[in-house]
């Protein structure tokens, strides 16, 4: 028993002076690839499945209509609440399509039931942060800067392009010419 602290000693010695090396993790190595935090398009994500025209820009009203037709097609009882199983399914539904960007439906004041304010307060509170300009619509320019990815490889490619308008490259888009805050 007296020994025992020099075996330890010994071997905590012999740890030390192992010739393996260790790898870095891999954020400090140069030559791998860092990982895209926004692979599921950042946190605009959850907005543009609200794109009911799919123009690239989403507008209040559009937002509006598809939050109000979510909410009524989740609303099965057809009693203006969601109960704790349909949030949890709900949720459990977001995270599978977007582990990423999943927002979860939270009953805040805690009344054992979710309505329509309660369901959409997260989409409407990121809407009114991410418009910039305050204009009521959310254009490709604001999305893409909050993390969005572009819809095509067009978009992706005329970002190369010198430093002229999108909209008077494309020919204003579908619909029709845009106009975009400083």
Request: proline share 7%; charged share 30%.
């Amino acid at each position: 028993m007296r020994h025992f602290p020099l075996i330890l000693l010994a071997i905590v010695a012999l740890t030390a002076c192992s010739s393996e090396r260790r790898q870095p993790p891999p954020w400090l190595r140069p030559t791998e690839k860092p990982r895209d935090e926004n692979y599921h398009g950042g946190n605009a994500a959850i907005l543009l499945k609200y794109d009911a025209n799919h123009d690239g820009t989403v507008t209040r009203d559009e937002l509006i209509r598809g939050l109000k037709a979510e909410f009524a097609a989740h609303d099965t009882h057809h009693n203006g609440c969601l109960d704790a199983d349909q949030a949890a399914q709900i949720n459990q539904d977001r995270v599978d399509a977007d582990q990423s960007t999943a927002t979860p439906v939270v009953d805040w004041n805690q009344d054992g039931c979710i309505d329509y304010t309660e369901f959409s307060a997260a989409p409407y509170s990121l809407f009114d942060q991410l418009d910039a300009d305050k204009d009521g619509k959310l254009t490709p320019k604001e999305l893409e800067r909050a993390g969005a990815k572009p819809r095509d490889s067009d978009a992706a490619a005329s970002d190369q392009e010198e430093d002229e308008p999108r909209d008077h490259r494309r020919g204003g888009g579908r619909g029709g010419p845009r106009e975009e805050g400083p």
